[in-house]
């Protein structure tokens, strides 16, 4: 079989998945309605809680890039070139991820999300 023939399968399949790991990432800050104290605590006395807004201003930084990032899956799906405008900026919040995880001292999650950046990669180039 081509690669030709199952390059709309796979798009597809990219978008389902990258729609399932933002919608539910944002669902879950958006019910939430308020940065919890578990997201917030980590960043006293770091470089993110000088920044004008602090670490809740990150949280809802984040829970708007996945639901922008959600929309731009499902609607790739209609919108095939919306598809590698969306993975980019998965890139950009994978980064944005990272160096949270960084200030916070979780090098494991931050290690983590060379994973995810890495993937996004694959995922870009595939399409």
């Known amino acids: 079989m081509e690669i030709s023939n199952v390059s709309p399968a796979v798009n597809l399949a990219i978008a389902l998945i990258y729609a399932v790991l933002m919608g539910t ?3 879950d800050k958006l019910k939430a ?3 919890p104290d578990w ?3 980590p960043f006293e006395g770091t470089v993110v809680s000088k920044l004008p807004g602090g670490a809740a201003m990150g949280f809802w930084l984040i829970a708007f890039l996945e639901t922008a990032l959600f929309a ?3 609607l790739s799906v209609l919108v095939p ?3 590698p405008l969306s993975l980019v900026g998965s890139l950009f919040l994978f980064a944005i991820l990272c160096f949270g995880l960084r200030v ?3 090098y494991q999650g931050s290690a983590n999300m060379f994973v995810y950046f890495g993937a996004t990669l694959v ?3 595939s399409i």
């Open 25 to 27: 990432a944002a669902f």
């Open 81 to 83: 070139g919306l598809l």
């Open 33 to 35: 309605g308020k940065a």
């Open 123 to 125: 995922a870009l180039a």
């Open 72 to 74: 731009g899956f499902v």
């Open 104 to 106: 916070t001292g979780e």
């Open 39 to 41: 997201f917030l605590k």
